[in-house]
């Protein structure tokens, strides 16, 4: 049997939510990232869309998301920057 705790949630638009869920399965625990979807009645339902992962992983994980932070948060500074800070500006007078 399955046991399982919704840690935290956030909305990802108007009719589907993110759900971060520790689950217990055949005594092995596992942490659960999954899309859910509002359906006809009201009612939040899983879809195919996530991921299951042992906890054992969960260093992995978070190695891997604090390195696409960086990578977004660089690309972000470099758009706001403009064009010139990526060397994409007019070329250089001769």
Same mark, same amino acid.
Request: proline share 4%.
């Given at each position: 049997? $399955? ?7 956030? *909305?990802?638009? $108007?009719? /589907? ?23 006809? =009645?009201?009612?939040? *339902? ?13 260093? /992995? ?7 696409? =932070? *960086? ?6 500074? $470099?758009?706001?920057?403009?064009? =010139? ?6 070329? =250089? $007078?001769?």
């Amino acid at each position: 049997m $399955a046991d399982d705790r919704v840690i935290d949630s956030f *909305k990802r638009n $108007a009719t /589907e939510e993110v759900r971060a869920t520790l689950r217990t399965y055949r005594g092995r625990q596992y942490m659960d990232l999954r899309i859910y979807y509002l359906d006809d =009645a009201g009612e939040y *339902k899983p879809t195919k869309k996530g991921i299951n992962l042992s906890v054992e992983l969960l260093g /992995e994980l978070t190695r891997v998301v604090g390195n696409l =932070a *960086k990578a977004v948060e660089a690309e972000q500074a $470099a758009a706001a920057a403009g064009p =010139a800070a990526e060397g994409g500006g007019p070329p =250089a $007078a001769k």
